[in-house]
């Protein structure tokens, strides 16, 4: 493979298609080249539309399995929505993977506190694929997730099937809900205060909106998580993906090349920083 | 069987409390059940108490006229349900509703009020405990009001 590979998108073709939320879908490739290069949970990849544009992409499937890419879509502009419209066998480019992904290696031995506010739970997917495929090498994990309503709950029969494991907690909550939800309301920072954890033994991964993430960030700080050991998927807005462009610089960091995980120590005094 | 006093000075709210003042509180105190469904209480009504919830999960509801209530936070063992009762005019802002059985500290609001008032080091203590509970909804409610999980306005890919 040549450095320039990563800059031509691949055609590939769309193989299943599925309806997660009234705008959100899940989309399996072909794996194309990017089969060759195996994925970590956390990673991207970049999807172009010919002709419209291209995105960035996480990827929302078990990375241990080769014969496709899985990624999670909200259709919320012009090449989203025409991607989450793309039928089984419609083609689509591909550019990836990219980044730097979640710290599964680091992160065994310990427990994991994953923390996932609405869509942020689709790059969180991977690694908790990877933790139930290496189940021997992490302790507890306790999912938090906070979105929107009820209706809104992504991937809600897994979040199910999760629940049911043992030392695997699974922590729901949403911002409003009628008066027939029997479960959590409230945002999902205000979970972590409630939880009984070792936050010297945990590493946290958050993934959500950044607003979501600092209060996350703050409330782990509080429960004596180290800064060293949270870490935040930034979803700040990546072009080239190769952080040739500046468009996703963060300080002196690019999201697309050295993120989009970050270290909360790494990004702390860079979470004011306004996004245009 | 603990005694109230016990249960009181035991919850997170008053955890930390001096002895003393966490006795004087307890002349306040009472158990309390409500069952599923049951309200604890109705927005506009006098706030005449604080509940320390013990076990199990009030919901905090907005009447919205057309619609059916939101649902807009939930409270579980350990939290404190009513701040109202402390800033006047004394009226509840929403309505607060038991989801499964719950069994509650209810702490009589004008007693409370009398001995914070009485004793400013006790008042001190006690709205040390209740402003960061309130400082934390506020922020929460910010959050909820931003709608972060919505879809993002202006040009997205």
Known sequence: ?276 | MKSIAQIVCEHPFFEGLDTEFCDLMCGCARNVRFNAGEYLFHQGDDADYLYLVRHGQVALELAVPGKAPVRFQTLHDGDVVGISWILPPYHWACDARAIGLTRAIAMDAHCLRNKCDQDPALGYAVLNRLLPILAGRLHATQMQILDVYGAPEGPAG
């Not at chain 1, 907690?169 to 920072?189: F, L, N, Y």
């Open chain 1, 1 to 276: 493979m040549t450095s320039t590979d990563f800059w031509l998108p691949e055609p590939v073709r769309v193989l299943r298609r599925q309806q997660e939320l009234e705008t959100t879908w899940t989309l399996e490739l072909e794996p194309g080249k990017a089969g060759g290069r195996p994925c970590i949970p956390g990673q991207f990849n970049m999807l172009y539309m010919f002709g419209v544009g291209e995105v960035p992409i996480s990827i929302s499937g078990d990375t241990s399995l080769a014969e496709s890419l899985v990624h999670t879509i909200r259709a919320v502009g012009p090449v989203s929505r025409q991607l989450a419209a793309l039928q089984p066998m419609a083609t689509v480019g591909l550019r990836g993977p990219f980044g730097v992904g979640w710290p599964m290696a680091a992160a065994e031995g310990s427990d994991l506190l994953l923390v996932a506010g609405g869509l942020g739970l689709a790059p969180l997917r991977p690694a908790i694929y990877h933790v139930l495929n290496n189940r021997e090498r992490y302790g507890r994990v306790l999912l938090l997730y906070g979105t929107r309503s009820p209706e809104d709950i992504l991937f809600h029969d897994q979040l199910e099937e999760w629940s049911k494991l043992p030392d695997f907690e699974v922590h729901i909550t949403v911002d409003h809900a009628g008066s027939d939800w029997q479960g959590k309301v409230g945002v999902v920072p205000a979970l972590v205060p409630t939880l009984a954890f070792d936050p010297e033994d945990t590493v946290a991964m958050v993934c959500g909106p950044e607003v979501m993430m600092r209060f996350t960030a703050s409330a782990l700080r509080g429960a004596g998580v180290e800064d060293d050991a949270i870490f935040l998927s930034m979803e700040r807005n990546m072009k080239c993906a190769l952080g040739h462009c500046g468009h996703c610089q963060f300080g002196a960091t690019f999201i697309c090349k050295d993120g989009p995980v970050l270290s909360f120590d790494r990004v702390r005094g860079l979470l004011s920083l306004k996004e245009f």
